[in-house]
Each structure stands twice: as structure tokens, then as C-alpha cells.
């Protein structure tokens, strides 16, 4: 039992945690401004596994603190290929579009802010991509996660469908 919750604390460390965005909100109170923060971070561990979340506190940290959180408990897996994504795809939320396509080794994540954030969480080594539309962080990071969340490994689905085994070079890929 105490081993299982040492990896578990392990594995805790491991997170990939990335501060996308920090915003200052100011209330005009009679006896002047009151100040509270809102966070959104992004946490991934490398291997295919992604989580946004948001908090919001009085102070910075303590809106971190919970954002991570909120994270942490949001996480979803996400198919790669490799050190890549297996096909291009668009996504929508709101009014941001976030277009993700797959590219060769070496090339690296060719994208900003959000999307770079959560491409870098999840374990992407190379990927081109585009935000259009609004650019708020909220929303590309939210349309980036549901890009991500749609993808399919192609291959091993037909070979699921018609029950037949996998060459092996595809099935260690998906």
C-alpha cells in the first residue's frame, strides 16, 4: 500500500505546468479598489495527457494554486503519433479557431501562446499550427483541448472494426 503511494506522489511531480494566462480585476469599491486575480494554467504529463483549469483568489498564488487544481482534475488523453499529432484538424470554441497539423521531426511546435502551452503539456515535439479569430486565451486554450480531444488514429479503428490484429509498427504508434 505505501508503494502504490509513492508512485502516485511520483507521478504527481511529473505534471507539466504551464501559467497561460494571469488577469488583474479591479472592483471599485466606496473606499477605493479591491483587487482579485483569475489564472488559467494548463497541465500536462508529456504523454498524452492534457488538463486546463481556472482560479480565482484574492491573491496570485492562491489563484494559481487553484487553477492547477482545477486542472489536475480535468485531465483528458489525447492520441499522438510519435512526437507528432496523426492528422490536421480545426476546432472551434467560441469565437477562437484553432488549426493543428502534423509535421516532420525536427521542425519543432510552431505555435503561440495557448496553443504552444497545451502542445507542450500533452508531449507534441512537432506540429505547425494557426489560431484565428479572437485571441482570447480562454478560448484558444479551450479550442486547442477539443482539437486535441477529437483526434483518431485511423488505422488502428479500421483494424478494430474488421477484428483484425495490427502491423506492429501501427499499433506502437497509436
Given at each position: 500500500m505505501e508503494e502504490k503511494k509513492k508512485i502516485d506522489s511520483e507521478q504527481e511531480l511529473s505534471f507539466i505546468e504551464k501559467l497561460v494566462s494571469l488577469?488583474?480585476?479591479a472592483k471599485v469599491v466606496k473606499g477605493g479598489?479591491?483587487?482579485r486575480f483569475s489564472a488559467l494554467v494548463v497541465v500536462g504529463?508529456?504523454?498524452g495527457g492534457v488538463g486546463m483549469g481556472m482560479g480565482k483568489s484574492n491573491e496570485v498564488p492562491e489563484a494559481i494554486r487553484k487553477a492547477t487544481a482545477s486542472a489536475r482534475r480535468n485531465l483528458i488523453k489525447v492520441i499522438l503519433a510519435d512526437?507528432?499529432?496523426p492528422h490536421e484538424i480545426t476546432s472551434k470554441f467560441g469565437a477562437s479557431r484553432v488549426f493543428l497539423r502534423p509535421a516532420s521531426p525536427g521542425t519543432g511546435v510552431i505555435a503561440g501562446g495557448g496553443v504552444r502551452a497545451v502542445l507542450l503539456a500533452v508531449g507534441v515535439k512537432d506540429v505547425l499550427s494557426k489560431s484565428m479569430g479572437n485571441r482570447?486565451?480562454?478560448n484558444i486554450v479551450k479550442a486547442t483541448i477539443l482539437a486535441l480531444s477529437q483526434l483518431r488514429n485511423v488505422q488502428a479503428e479500421i483494424a478494430k472494426r474488421k477484428g483484425s490484429a495490427l502491423p506492429q509498427e501501427v499499433a506502437s504508434s497509436g
Open positions: 488577469n488583474r480585476v479598489r479591491r483587487l504529463d508529456g504523454q512526437n507528432t499529432i482570447n486565451p480562454v
